[in-house]
C-alpha cells in the first residue's frame, strides 16, 4: 500500500489500523518515498540488543594509561 504523507495526516488511524493487519505502508511526499510503516513482528525486539556480540580486541602490547595520562598527551592538539 502506499499513501502521501498529506493522506497519511488526514488518516493515520486507518493507516495504522492496516498495519496492524499486517500490511506495510510507504508514504510519499512529492512523489518520494520517505517513510514505510510496518506491522512489529513479536519475534523480533524494536532495537537491536546485542548486534554484534563481545568485541575482542588485540594486545597491541601499549601502556595501560590513566585518562589524566591521556588528557596530558592530547592537550595542546587541536587547539
Known amino acids: 500500500m502506499e499513501t502521501t504523507a498529506r493522506e ?3 488518516k493515520s ?3 495504522l489500523a492496516a498495519a496492524a493487519r499486517g ?3 510507504t ?3 512529492n512523489g518520494v ?3 514505510r510503516v510496518v506491522p512489529i513482528n ?3 525486539p524494536p532495537y537491536p540488543t546485542d548486534p ?4 575482542d580486541l588485540p594486545d597491541l602490547g601499549l601502556p595501560n594509561l590513566t585518562n ?3 588528557e596530558d598527551v592530547l592537550g595542546g592538539m587541536g587547539t
Not at 554484534?52 to 568485541?55: L, P
Open 13 to 15: 488511524s486507518q493507516i
Open 52 to 55: 554484534m556480540g563481545e568485541i
Open 8 to 10: 497519511f495526516n488526514q
Open 33 to 35: 518515498a520517505v517513510a
Open 42 to 44: 513479536d519475534d523480533v
Open 23 to 25: 500490511e506495510t505502508i
Open 27 to 29: 508514504v510519499t511526499k
Open 68 to 70: 589524566d595520562e591521556i
